[in-house]
């Protein structure tokens, strides 16, 4: 192993030492066909966070664990082929995801929890949701359309980036695919040497196998089909949104408050593009405690 790659996993055992002090611990579960690595810990009702591409549960909410484990019980997942988590079923669909986040909480006996989910991990909670309406309380999708989501969206996507399909723009293979993807995360993206860019890439990108691929190539598949199954209309809805978002643009955010109506907020990070937890993360989390607690 190289140095730039010594680096890319002493940045990740770094994020996972300061997880661990604030009370969380990392666990593995065999259910069924699926094996779900996941993080808990901390006091009070339990707070689910599911995370999106790009990043493993530790990764993308290191900066909320911090700051929300002092008021929360977290439950923390990588969801499936991401970080520790994987399945012997080659079932890529969403509805999958859900599921194996649905038999982790009934094997922690968890009956009720609030979730936070950030792009697909917040599709991901939205069929939670509608599936198991009884296990939901409070919800906060980031950045994250669910069933407003439609074929022109998606069009404009490809278009917006030259690209053919979703897994050129958000699974980087060259070095230039990851400039563009750490330009849709951030307003002023972190600086990385070149050296390093090789195993960021690595990390980021496809698995040798393609899971991730055909996650997202199942999910464009069969987007109607998910659509039709996420009719939810939850009680206590928070959607955070950053302004400049160019995967998701405001302007479906928005569409996505009209949905929900007048028991949904809308809370605009300026200035944010797809990461406002990350980039923006004081603002974020003054946000989500806001409405939390």
Same mark, same amino acid.
């Given at each position: ?47 689910? !966070? ?28 990588? !969801? ?214």
């Amino acid at each position: 192993m190289g140095s730039s790659c010594n680096l890319v996993q002493l940045q990740k055992r770094y994020v996972e030492r300061n997880v661990r002090q604030v009370g969380l611990q990392s666990q593995e579960i065999r259910l069924g066909e699926d094996t779900i690595r996941y993080w808990k810990g901390g006091k009070g009702p339990t707070l689910l !966070l599911l995370h999106g591409f790009g990043a493993d549960g530790t990764v993308a909410w290191e900066s909320q664990i911090l700051e929300l484990a002092k008021h929360f019980h977290l439950i923390v997942p990588d !969801l499936l082929w991401f970080g520790g988590s994987y399945s012997l079923k080659a079932d890529f669909s969403v509805e999958h995801q859900a599921r194996a986040i649905k038999n982790l909480l009934e094997h922690l006996q968890i009956q009720k929890t609030d979730v936070m989910g950030i792009s697909y991990g917040g599709l991901v909670a939205m069929l939670l949701l509608a599936e198991s309406p009884e296990q939901v309380g409070r919800a906060i999708f980031v950045a994250s359309p669910g069933p407003v989501y439609n074929p022109q969206d998606y069009e404009e996507l490809l278009e917006r980036f030259q690209a053919k399909n979703p897994a050129e723009i958000i699974l980087p293979r060259t070095h230039s695919g990851l400039k563009r993807l750490l330009d849709i995360a951030y307003r002023n993206p972190p600086w990385v040497p070149f050296f390093v860019q090789k195993d960021l890439i690595e990390y980021v990108q496809d698995n040798p196998e393609g899971q991730r691929t055909a996650l997202l190539e199942d999910l464009v598949s069969n987007f109607t089909r998910v659509r039709h199954r996420l009719q939810i209309h939850p009680k206590h809805v928070l959607i955070v949104w950053g302004s400049d978002d160019t995967i998701f643009p405001l302007k479906i955010g928005k569409r996505l408050k009209d949905y929900f109506g007048a028991e949904a907020q809308l809370q605009v990070i300026e200035g944010a593009r797809h990461a406002p937890n990350i980039e923006f993360n004081v603002e974020f989390n003054h946000i989500v405690l806001g409405f939390l607690k």
